[in-house]
């Protein structure tokens, strides 16, 4: 079955920057993209971008452009999410979702990180 | 790109049918047929409940439908259950520079 396990909940000061994995399994991991999704406490949740597993393509949230940064392993079938200059705002429960291309529906979700940006 | 609008909250007693409206422009919701429903409950992910307007995945509760009508998509819940209480969020592809866009989110209530 697939599924999508995510990295532990981190705590973080303004300025620095987290890196949250989420590892898949179950499916063939380079025929599908992964898309990142965040949720602020008590808010709605907000698209930030996708990459293509296959051969690496992204597309960035305009807002976040510069400041995050997708990858992924195909040796591990680990997509990563790295998000710089946290601010307190970027607090969040962070998810990775599966879609196929950016256009496509969010089919398979991980069970989120917390991210606490705090002085 | 601003956020897609939702009604705050619905509510409906067990049985009955709600829908919740989705309101976009026409360079998201009504420009494409790339629009999706998730439910999610507190503390969980989210989980796709309806894709390209008007699919259901598979095993997915057949009480679950939607539709779109320009620039406004709609899911319809029937035969209300207590389970269905939660928020619900719609997602639509943009063309837009930010590819996606999701919905303000409604909470629904199981009277």
């Known amino acids: 079955q697939v599924q999508l396990v995510q990295s532990g909940a981190e705590v973080k000061k303004p300025g620095a920057s987290v890196k949250v994995s989420c590892k898949a399994s179950g499916y063939t991991f380079t025929s599908y993209g992964i898309s990142w999704v965040r949720q602020a406490p008590g808010q709605g949740l907000e698209w930030m971008g996708w990459i293509s597993a296959y051969n690496g393509n992204t597309n960035y949230a305009q807002k976040l452009q510069g400041r995050v940064t997708m990858t992924t392993d195909t040796s591990t079938s680990t997509a990563y999410m790295e998000l710089r200059s946290l601010r307190s705002d970027d607090t969040a429960v962070y998810y990775c979702?599966?879609?196929?291309?950016?256009?496509?529906?969010?089919?398979?979700w991980g069970q989120g990180t917390l991210v606490t940006v705090s002085s | 790109q601003s956020a897609l609008t939702q009604p705050a909250s619905v509510s409906g007693s067990p049985g009955q049918s709600i829908t919740i409206s989705c309101t976009g422009t026409?360079?998201?919701?009504?420009?494409?047929?790339?629009v999706s429903w998730y439910q999610q409950h507190p503390g969980k992910a989210p989980k796709l409940m309806i894709y390209e307007v008007s699919n259901r995945p598979s095993g997915v509760s057949n009480r679950f439908s939607g539709s779109k009508s320009g620039n406004t998509a709609s899911l319809t819940i029937s035969g209300l259950q207590a389970e269905d209480e939660a928020d619900y969020y719609c997602?639509?592809?943009?063309?837009?520079?930010?590819?996606?866009?999701f919905g303000t989110g409604t909470k629904v209530t199981v009277l």
């Open positions: 979702a599966r879609n196929y291309y950016d256009s496509s529906p969010f089919d398979y």
């Open positions: 997602s639509s592809y943009t063309s837009s520079s930010t590819l996606r866009v």
């Open positions: 026409s360079s998201d919701v009504g420009g494409y047929n790339y």
